[in-house]
């Protein structure tokens, strides 16, 4: 997906792996006053970013606990 987005991450990439994750958005704005996202939109990329966390953090989560998911 190209995207001129960067906004911090062209700085940390420089020291550090960078990710960025993206929802859509109506008609494709954003940064913009009529930016707007649907809530279901907003949920899934929440949790798209929840799973990926619990995925990296995966061997250092202590075995048993309830995280809530």
Do not use: K, Q
Request: aromatic share 12%.
């Amino acid at each position: 997906m190209v995207s001129r987005a960067y906004h911090d991450s062209l700085f940390i990439a420089r020291i550090a792996p960078v990710a960025m994750l993206f929802i859509p958005c109506r008609n494709g704005y954003s940064h913009r006053p009529d930016e707007y996202a649907a809530p279901e939109d907003i949920v899934r990329g929440t949790l798209v970013l929840a799973e990926t966390l619990r995925y990296c953090l995966g061997d250092v989560l202590e075995p048993g606990f309830d995280y809530g998911t």
